[in-house]
């Protein structure tokens, strides 16, 4: 039984205090009110219609976007040969003191 009259308590705190709110207004207050929620709720219907369009307007770009990109021809592809390129060899200048002609002795190498 104590549990029933909290609940109800818990209701009644609950409901006071907008029945106070909804006594304490002025009906013209409650008029502009209304008017104003309808204005707002008018407001957001064209912000939803004009996010529609727009949607519908990209999904339009995004289709003939795509379709000039298809039209777009692909450059050649070069043919890849598969012999591998063989390495130059190093090309290095003689060095007098060390390179020796197979006609010359190593103290021919020394004087040049």
Do not use: C, Y
């Given at each position: 039984?104590?549990?029933?009259?909290?609940?109800?308590?818990?209701?009644?705190?609950?409901?006071?205090?907008?029945?106070?709110?909804a006594?304490?207004?002025?009906?013209?207050?409650?008029?502009?009110?209304?008017?104003?929620?309808?204005?707002?709720?008018?407001?957001?219907?064209?912000?939803?219609?004009?996010?529609?369009?727009?949607?519908?307007?990209?999904?339009?770009?995004?289709?003939?976007?795509?379709?000039?990109?298809?039209?777009?021809?692909?450059?050649?592809?070069?043919?890849?040969?598969?012999?591998?390129?063989?390495?130059a060899?190093?090309?290095?200048?003689?060095?007098?003191?060390?390179?020796?002609?197979?006609?010359?002795?190593?103290?021919d190498?020394?004087?040049?």
């Open positions: 039984m104590a549990q029933a009259a909290t609940v109800a308590q818990t209701a009644l705190d609950k409901v006071a205090p907008k029945a106070l709110i006594a304490s207004l002025d009906p013209q207050q409650v008029q502009q009110i209304t008017l104003d929620l309808a204005a707002l709720r008018q407001t957001i219907e064209q912000v939803a219609a004009s996010q529609t369009k727009m949607a519908a307007e990209i999904n339009n770009l995004l289709f003939t976007d795509r379709e000039i990109f298809l039209k777009i021809p692909t450059p050649p592809q070069p043919a890849l040969s598969h012999k591998p390129i063989p390495a060899p190093p090309s290095r200048a003689l060095n007098r003191r060390t390179d020796v002609t197979p006609n010359q002795s190593l103290a190498g020394f004087r040049n």
